[in-house]
């Protein structure tokens, strides 16, 4: 994401109260164990895909879903429970049965016929229709998750928006991959995170079907319904396909922010390795007031003139954030810092001067509370340690070990944990394994902090 940094509000955990009352037989849900959001999720699910219907008509504020989720036991389970604030529930079942459930607050509790034992594969089909859940981030009072607009909706969902229009495990820890069976009415259009695999009229609306291979977490997930120009450009490097979605009569210069989107590609994956998904692509909002969001395969941009750090930026947490996924929310500086570095690798292949960049991180961090890279509080998250203390962290190390093994760090880092959850201490493996104790030394300070370290200004690039 890329935060305007505006001064940050105190965050309410998103939580089940403490004092709602259960319906008999249900017990108070545990949480994953997120250090930032521990009431989010459930520990004993891995959910390894979704199944997505979502019928909606733009400018209503309503869905109706229907979510089929292939999850695993990771332990014995006598009580699913989702995350769903959403539309209201009709009914659950668990493998094609009729399941006991109860929706409270923000969890949809389930009771399965009998105890699913740990390593059993099920499914849990939940049928919802109504209105998706009201949730304002009270970082910058933006709504989260399914939001309507008078000409078509949109969904952006970071950190914890998802569960405002379907069930899920919503902690980034548990990715999955997402087939999605979108209805709307003819005229308009729907285009979604994933590659389309299918459209087609039928009585007056628009069947489209999308696939998400590969695992995502369930902020990344977007969908876009509204009136569109879809504009898709010659085919990057690589093979990879290029589509934009932008509202009809989007100003030209708004649309110019992404010419570079091919070259882009590139110069990223010349550092990290290849593109992690077969699609690639951005859909502009009709509403100039969000924040830009690096929705799996599909970024989401304001309707306003970005720079194209912005468009490079949500581009490269393609590979840092959705494809590499934060196994803590604690640990953000893995998407943010990345993001923000790789903002500096493009000015650098564009022949510009970075040092004035570099120069404006480190006065943007030093005006900023101090603290190590691990954030503790939910108002930590978007901070600038997240994005300048991580990034010069990887200045920081890339400077002590030199351009060859840097680029060694980056590319072996991603292909190591490609759709899967990361923490700080895989990245440090990696630094490790390459670039021994000295490299471990450079960016250590960075890492635990307060103090900010002396901006690196000698080194071997
Ligand atoms: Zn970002």
């Known amino acids: 994401m890329k935060r305007l940094l505006l001064t940050l509000a105190l965050a309410c955990p998103p939580a089940l109260a403490q004092t709602t009352t259960l319906p008999p037989g249900f017990t108070a849900p545990a949480g994953y164990g997120d250090r930032i959001y521990p009431a989010l ?3 004993g699910l891995d959910v390894t895909h979704y199944d997505l219907s979502l019928s909606a008509t733009p400018g209503v504020d309503s869905v ?10 990771r332990r014995d389970l006598s009580q699913i429970n989702l995350d769903f604030a959403g539309p209201g529930v009709l009914g659950v079942k668990v493998d094609g049965r009729a399941a006991r459930h109860a929706h409270v607050g923000d969890k ?3 009771l399965p016929p009998g105890v699913l034992a740990a390593g059993t594969a099920f499914t849990v089909t939940v049928a919802y229709s109504g209105t998706p859940a009201l949730h304002i981030d009270p970082a910058d009072d933006l709504r989260l998750g399914w939001i309507t607009q008078a000409g078509g909706s949109y969904v952006l969902s970071e950190p914890d928006g998802a569960h405002t229009f379907f069930p899920c495990n919503d902690v980034p820890a548990d990715g999955a991959s997402y087939s999605l069976h979108l209805d709307v009415p003819a005229g308009f259009t729907a285009i979604a995170s994933g590659v389309q695999t299918h459209s087609q009229m039928r009585a007056g609306r628009v069947y489209t079907e999308f696939e998400q291979a590969a695992p995502i977490p369930s902020y990344a997930l977007t969908v876009h319904i509204g009136r569109f120009e879809r504009v898709t450009p010659p085919d990057a490097a690589g093979g990879i396909q290029i589509r934009n979605a932008f509202p009809l009569g989007l100003p030209a210069e708004v649309r110019a922010t992404f010419d570079q989107t091919p070259a882009m590609l590139g110069v990223l994956a010349g550092w990290f390795g290849p593109y992690p998904y077969p699609v690639y692509g951005v859909a502009v909002t009709e509403d100039p007031q969000i924040l830009a969001l690096e929705t799996a395969t599909l970024s989401t941009f304001p309707a306003r003139q970005e720079t194209p750090a912005t468009a490079l930026h949500e581009l490269a947490h393609q590979w840092f954030g959705d494809s590499l996924r934060l196994g803590d929310w604690s640990e953000v500086w893995l998407n943010e810092g990345f993001a923000t570095y790789a903002e500096l690798l493009w000015a650098q292949s564009q022949g510009q001067d970075t040092a004035p960049l570099l120069a404006r991180w480190y006065a943007r961090l030093a005006r900023a509370p101090a603290r190590g890279l691990v954030a503790t509080q939910a108002r930590q998250l978007f901070d600038a340690n997240s994005y300048y203390r991580g990034a010069l962290a990887l200045h920081a190390l890339r400077l002590k070990v030199g351009d060859a093994l840097f680029r060694q760090i980056l590319s072996t880092y991603v292909a190591r944990f490609s759709g899967q959850s990361v923490r700080t201490a895989d990245l440090l493996g990696v630094v490790g394994q390459f ?4 490299a471990l030394e450079a960016i250590g300070p960075w890492l635990t902090g307060p103090e900010i370290p002396a901006l ?6």
């Open 435 to 438: 670039g021994g104790p000295a």
């Open 64 to 73: 109706a879903g229907r979510a089929v989720l292939s999850i695993l036991a």
């Open 456 to 461: 690196p200004t000698t080194g071997t690039f």
């Open 108 to 110: 949809l509790l389930i």
């Open 41 to 43: 999720g459930d520990a």
